[in-house]
């Protein structure tokens, strides 16, 4: 069974703050990882994807990837309150499998 | 260019009724997927269509649901008879050719079952 673990939360940081959302993943083969945003009642929404170890820069978002550890993190830079949601980690296998393993989520609030 | 579109947005019915869901994909997505989203939790994915194929099917509950794709490109989901349990968020999503890894969702249909 694979799984992508994802502390639920609440995280809460003030504004200006940076916010450090954490993932751990238990397939070695799984080969693409993405940050999506959540709000509440909303659909998912792709932040995010991370291929290769090391970070990978976006605006104020920043993806980490260490196979070895089998760990990704996102990092919210300036948060905002407008960042408030719910954070879903999700891996994928490789080639066409295409199937997104997500994990449960980390509800985020940025206080002003 | 338009998104995702998913009807009903909400949907409620009784317990062993019959209910369908339809997803129209982006223009030019030939790959869909629908997925249920149960409160508190990630998506699941129930099935994966490249074109009309269904390539991946293994997460979907055979006995009461079912899914098409007749030609290609919109698709329905079916569940019947529904049980309390399947109150969830259905999510579609869909991506470009060779591009599994860009999944762009619908707004999701809630189905609340009494």
């Known amino acids: 069974q694979k799984e992508v673990e994802q502390n639920s939360g609440p995280l809460s940081v003030p504004e200006g703050a940076i916010a450090s959302l954490n993932c751990t993943y238990s397939?070695?083969?799984?080969?693409?990882f993405f940050w999506y945003r959540q709000y509440s009642g909303k659909s998912p929404e792709l932040i995010m994807f991370?291929?290769?170890?090391g970070d990978k820069e976006d605006g104020r978002f920043t993806a980490q990837l260490n196979k070895a550890s089998q760990y990704v993190s996102l990092l919210i830079r300036d948060s905002q309150p407008s960042d408030s949601a719910t954070y879903l980690c999700?891996?994928?296998?490789?080639?066409?499998?295409?199937?997104?393993?997500f994990g449960k989520g980390t509800l985020l609030t940025v206080n002003p | 260019e338009a998104g995702v579109v998913q009807s009903p947005r909400y949907k409620i019915i009784e317990k062993k009724q019959p209910v369908a869901f339809w997803c129209n994909p982006i223009?030019?997505?030939?790959?869909l997927y629908w997925y249920l989203q149960n409160l508190g939790q990630g998506p699941e994915l129930l099935i994966r269509?490249?074109?009309?194929?269904?390539?991946?099917d293994s997460q979907l509950p055979k006995d009461r649901f079912s899914a098409e794709r007749l030609k290609g490109v919109d698709s329905t989901l079916k569940i019947q008879p529904a049980e309390l349990g399947d109150s969830a968020v259905y999510l579609c999503?869909?991506?470009?050719?060779?591009?599994?890894?860009?999944?762009?969702f619908g707004p999701g249909t809630r189905l609340l079952v009494l």
């Open positions: 397939d070695r083969g799984s080969q693409s």
């Open positions: 223009s030019g997505h030939n790959t």
């Open positions: 999700a891996v994928m296998g490789g080639g066409s499998n295409y199937k997104l393993t």
């Open positions: 991370i291929y290769s170890n």
């Open positions: 269509y490249e074109n009309e194929e269904a390539v991946d």
């Open positions: 999503a869909s991506s470009p050719p060779g591009k599994g890894e860009t999944q762009y």
